[in-house]
């Protein structure tokens, strides 16, 4: 059919460049940004010298305006009259970009329009080609030319390293050609004959539809760096007055106030997939793009679950950063969870609660993920609707007390993360100054510091113990950093009953405070346990009170 055509033709490098320069090729809104570093744009000028290929750019040829990329490089570029189709690139816009960047770089107007528009990054288009070694060089990279003449200071021939943008006209390039050493020309003459007659591969597809062209954006199997499904959703999804690249990257900046800005787009897009489809496998993502419109519909409902999610976790967990989560794929049920409970019953906030606990004292997603959280979504689609739900499904790695003598203190490890969390919840108090711990200056640091060993471990190595004993976690509590300091190497019976006065306000030199900063740690409160530097007596007991401080809370 003549409106529906897919055109195949072989474009010079120069017929591109001027395309996107009069506006006629755009980079369509809904691409990523751009990604490669310098090195990688000099790869692909090396493949061009070279004729080696370079894989093939598709357009889609269309009068409908899309949001486009109005600066490339750094260089603004004209808009096209209403009436005049655009080809828009579906693939290839790292290599469009940086061909028509190295060639169109000019620093002082690159700085002008920076000012104005905020683009970043265009020295890295920065890119001169050694005549000498016959090699692309990025100007970092380039000796140090002080002097105007043929040779400097240093002795290093400065006309060897000829500018990529003097390429970018014919007259340009005759000028500076004047000043090219003879002994360089035939080879400035081969680079810019490369330049003028390398062929790339290019594919447009005319009439088609927007939803089409999303298909075909799937379905792309390209040389270029992978298409991932938020690629495939933003296209799918875009419209005018709609687009998911910008609606998650406000997302995600509101929520690094809360400290979760980290978190990352794969969950993210689960966690819209599973307020719309109630499933969250990649399949099912992709499947839901069937009726974008549907998409579009949920994003405020997602916007609003995730951000009473996070001020669940923050406010019943201490969880002020996304690091102290023990899984993100926490996250997903939780924000399905609220998307449909408006407000929480005391029963489902406490359901909700212990199912936080059993889910992260173990390992439950360390494989088959989407299964475990499907399951989830069950589990949080029963209580929503108000049904009385049972927990036992949700088996955790905690069998006995000895679990916490037996695993040792890893930040990374999820259990530990949740052991952390555990003790958290009881508001610690410093055992040196007798302060209540801001955990969430705490946890918002992630100071290792802030943990400490209460049997220190140069005092345990000293009597002989190895580091699984003294590793474990029954031998870890919160500390401020400042008592961490402190304490040092002493063993309990020194700096739990002389406290340095001069470093704070209220010490635990009082029984009954010293008590009290113990037990709000979930520590023991025997005092002879600490006078008499029983490490044994302390595991033991310490280990018996995390297990039972767990059990309630599960």
């Known amino acids: 059919m003549p409106d529906r055509e897919i055109e195949s033709n072989k474009r010079r490098v120069r017929w591109l460049v001027d395309k996107i320069w009069d506006g006629n090729i755009k980079i369509p809104d809904f691409q990523r940004p751009f990604v490669w570093d310098y090195e990688q744009v000099v790869k692909l000028l090396d493949s061009i010298y070279n004729d080696y290929p ?56 690159i700085k002008k329009e920076t000012s104005r528009v905020g683009i970043e990054d265009y020295e890295r288009f920065n890119i001169y080609f050694d005549l000498k070694e016959e090699s692309f060089v990025h100007k970092s990279d380039l000796p140090d030319i002080k002097s105007s003449n043929l040779f400097s200071e240093n002795g290093v021939d400065r006309h060897r390293y000829f ?48 939803s089409e062209v999303g298909t075909i954006f799937e379905r792309i199997n390209n040389t270029g760096t992978d298409l991932n499904t938020l690629d495939l959703m933003i296209a799918w999804t875009w419209s005018s007055d709609f687009n998911l690249r910008k609606e998650i990257k406000n997302t995600l900046d509101r929520l690094g106030e809360k400290g979760f800005g980290e978190l990352r787009e794969k969950v993210i897009l689960q966690c819209i997939s599973a307020i719309s489809e109630g499933k969250v496998s990649t399949d099912d993502i992709l499947d839901s793009l069937k009726d974008p419109k549907r998409i579009e519909k949920k994003i405020d409902s997602f916007k609003d679950s995730l951000g009473r999610a996070i001020d669940f976790l923050r406010s019943e967990f201490n969880a002020y950063d996304l690091w102290f989560l023990p899984s993100s794929f926490q996250i ?99 055992l040196l100054s007798g302060r209540t711990i801001s955990i969430e200056d705490t946890f918002s640091d992630n100071v290792s510091s802030e943990y400490h060993h209460v049997f220190p471990r140069e005092y345990l190595r000293s009597t002989g113990y190895d580091d699984n004993h ?85």
């Open 332 to 430: 997903i049920p939780l924000v399905y969870f609220f998307s449909q409970a408006e407000r929480l019953t005391q029963y489902q906030s406490e359901k909700a609660k212990k199912w936080f606990w059993r889910t992260s004292f173990t390992s439950r997603y360390r494989d088959a993920t989407n299964y475990r959280v499907h399951e989830d979504i069950s589990f949080f689609e029963d209580l929503s609707s108000g049904q009385e739900v049972s927990l036992d499904n949700y088996a955790t790695d905690v069998g006995t007390e000895k679990f916490f003598s037996n695993h040792n203190f890893h930040k990374a490890a999820s259990v530990t993360k949740a052991f952390i969390l555990m003790l958290a919840k009881r508001n610690p108090r410093d």
């Open 470 to 554: 003294i590793n474990c976690l029954s031998n870890i509590c919160i500390l401020s950093a400042a008592s961490n300091r402190e304490i040092g190497t002493k063993p309990p019976s020194e700096y739990l009953f002389s406290p340095t006065d001069s470093l704070f306000d209220s010490p635990t030199s009082s029984d009954s405070n010293l008590k009290e900063a113990l037990s709000s740690n979930l520590l023991p409160t025997d005092l002879s346990i600490y006078e008499e530097n029983d490490f044994q007596r302390f595991i033991q007991k310490r280990s018996e009170i995390l297990y039972d401080y767990y059990s309630e809370l599960i």
């Open 54 to 109: 370079v894989g093939s750019i598709l357009l889609w040829k269309t009068k409908e305006r899309l949001d486009s990329l109005r600066n490339i490089g750094g260089i603004k570029l004209p808009e096209k009259d209403a009436e005049d189709p655009i080809n828009y690139v579906l693939d290839g816009q790292q290599r469009l970009s940086s061909l028509f960047a190295v060639l169109h770089h000019d620093a002082e107007e």
């Open 163 to 210: 500018k990529i943008n003097n390429m970018r006209e014919p007259t340009i390039y005759r000028e500076k050609a004047r000043q090219i050493p003879e002994g360089y020309v035939e080879v400035a003459d081969r680079l810019i004959n490369k330049f003028e007659n390398y062929e790339i591969p290019v594919v447009t597809v005319k009439g088609r539809k927007k």
